[in-house]
């Protein structure tokens, strides 16, 4: 009856709750926490008694005990994963071994676990991060989700892992909103979502242009972007994706930017709708066609050659003026707009362009009248032929646009060449004419090739021909002695006869000189012909040696005949009575 508590040892836990009586008791063992070993209960010797006071026994009994809870070692492997190495290996270490560790058991953060693999104390699976994060992965194995052998329900575990999966961005910024020829570049800048040490100029696609000078750290750079020559486009910068990473390394992603380029300088197609301009159609319509709007063209952008312009009008794309030649002008002209002096809507500079017109606006003007057949004057020559010469081709020649004076002879005209004509005069009186017969104009109609009209003036050389049917005489006869004597022919020894005509003479023709009277030939002492020359147009001379020939011979007569004017009449033969007389018996 005295069974109590203290008569225990108890090993491995407590008990609690004796109760019984007689020969039959009980109590409650509860094995320690976190315990692996035998426990027991044992009552003590000499701890009891029976009724009469026999010391009871001892007596005792043991159980396994096993409380320990079992805990696990969590190891995410990679200490950090980026968009570049966004998965590591996860292992987890039991202390024990458990056979009921699924993935359930797992509170997962930052990521998702595939592959869930092992047995035993050792397992393993593959963590991903979740894309476009910057956060702290962790893996957890939720406490009493799992047990050991026997049961306890085990520890939590976990792990985390720096997890950068987002992707850096760029924010391009062509500052310039369009570029022109004028203004043909742009600072470029370049703004990051994160620090990038990597980025090149061949991490760019560049359209309608060049980059250059590069610069820039950290988050932000800046380069120039210079527009293409002529080129109307869209142009962009373009951070290519993937080419630039953050300094965990994930790829980065694409940025543009874009601006209107426009430096194709405009240009200009100029059109003189004439295609020729003269006296009597001087001026021209000229049209200009721009390639784009304009609304800065003026006369003063223009350079003209030949002629002045007037009454600028139009406008966008399309102008004209009128273009008139410069008088007495044979040229070509030209209208000219000057390059860069206009431009397009957004101020490039205007191309030059240019268009010519031949011009003849010179009248054209008599040369001259030359003498052509005969070439000479004064002339007996029933038909007169005149060179007309012009100063340049003239076409419209006729017979009607000449007069003739000085004759009733009639006109008749052949073209030589494109500027010479002969005019022809021929009939009426010329046979018998003595006068001086001349060419003028009659109302000419005569225009040059490009219709310039012809002047009614006369040409600074106006040639005439002397019209001389009158046959030459001789007005003189004068002998160098009047008489021949012995003293004469001593000395000098010569005798001259100089002999005067009425016109001017063809002095390549020599009179005859003859001695026609019957009884009076002097020849004897006249012995040869020293000389015989044309001392003027009118004179001539002839000089004889002299011989004694002891006659006397008076009163001699001298006949001169065959001598020829300019005109070409030819003298009748006379005779000149008692020139000189011969003395030297």
């Known amino acids: 009856t005295n069974f109590i508590d203290s008569d225990l040892t108890v090993v491995g836990g407590t008990v609690s709750a004796l109760s019984g009586s007689g020969a039959s008791y009980s109590l409650t063992f509860t094995a320690d926490n976190d315990s692996v070993t035998t426990g027991s209960v044992t009552v003590n010797a000499s701890s009891y008694t029976d009724a009469v006071g026999n010391l009871g026994a001892t007596g005792t009994d043991s159980v396994t005990v096993d409380t ?38 797992l509170t997962v953060v930052g990521g998702t676990v595939s592959a869930l693999s092992g047995s035993g104390t050792s397992y393993s699976l593959t963590f991903t991060a979740d894309n476009d994060s910057v956060t702290t992965g962790s893996v957890t194995v939720n406490a009493s989700s799992y047990t050991d052998a026997v049961g306890n329900l085990g520890a939590t575990g976990t792990d985390s892992v720096t997890i950068d999966t987002r992707n850096p961005t760029v924010v391009v910024n062509i500052v310039d909103t369009s570029l022109s020829d004028t203004d043909n570049n742009s600072n470029v800048t370049f703004t990051f979502s994160e620090i990038t040490t990597n980025f090149v100029d061949a991490d760019l696609t560049v359209v309608g242009g060049t980059v250059s000078a590069l610069s820039g750290s950290g988050t932000s750079y800046s380069l120039t972007f210079t527009a293409d020559n002529d080129s109307v486009t869209t142009g962009s910068v373009t951070v290519n994706a993937s080419s630039y990473t953050d300094a965990v390394g994930n790829l980065g992603a694409t940025g543009t930017d874009s601006v209107t380029v426009d430096t194709r300088n405009p240009t200009v197609v100029v059109n003189i709708v004439d295609t020729s301009l003269s006296d009597i159609d001087n001026s021209s319509n000229v049209t200009f066609t721009f390639s784009e709007v304009t609304t800065n063209f003026i006369d003063s952008d223009l350079t003209v050659v030949g002629g002045t312009v007037s009454a600028l009008s139009g406008s966008g794309t399309s102008y004209s003026l009128t273009f008139t030649a410069d008088d007495d002008s044979v040229t070509s002209g030209s209208v000219t707009v000057n390059a860069s002096s206009y431009t397009d809507a957004v101020g490039n500079l205007g191309a030059t362009g240019t268009d010519t017109v031949v011009i003849d606006t010179k009248n054209p003007t008599t040369v001259s009248y030359t003498r052509k057949t005969p070439a000479t004057s004064p002339t007996n020559a029933d038909t007169l032929v005149f060179l007309a010469t012009f100063s340049e081709s003239v076409s419209g020649v006729a017979a009607a646009d000449f007069a003739i004076t000085g004759t009733t002879g009639t006109i008749s005209v052949a073209q030589v060449t494109l500027s010479t004509y002969d005019v022809t005069v021929s009939g009426g009186d010329l046979a018998s004419l003595n006068a001086t017969v001349g060419l003028n104009f009659n109302s000419p109609t005569i225009t040059d090739l490009a ?45 001259k006869l100089t002999i005067v005509f009425d016109s001017v003479m063809n002095t390549s023709v020599n009179p005859t000189i003859s001695f026609p009277t019957g009884g009076e030939n002097p020849s004897s002492t006249l012995a040869s012909i020293l000389s015989q020359s044309w001392t003027s147009s009118t004179t001539f001379e002839i000089t004889y040696g002299l011989a004694d020939a002891n006659i006397s011979t008076p009163n001699i007569d001298v006949q001169v005949a065959d001598a020829k004017d300019l005109a070409g009449n030819t003298m009748t033969a006379a005779t000149t009575v008692d020139v000189f007389s011969i003395s030297t018996l």
């Open 451 to 495: 219709g310039n009209s012809l002047p009614n003036t006369e040409p600074g050389i106006d040639e005439t021909y002397v019209v001389d049917n009158t046959s030459p005489t001789v007005t003189s006869i004068t002998p160098s002695v009047g008489t021949i004597t012995d003293a004469v022919v001593a000395s000098p020894g010569t005798f």
């Open 68 to 105: 320990r809870n079992p805990t696990v070692i969590v190891n995410i492997v990679d200490t950090s994963l980026s968009d570049t190495d966004n998965s590591s290996n996860v292992t987890f270490t039991f202390s024990e071994i458990t056979t009921n560790f699924i993935d359930s058991d």
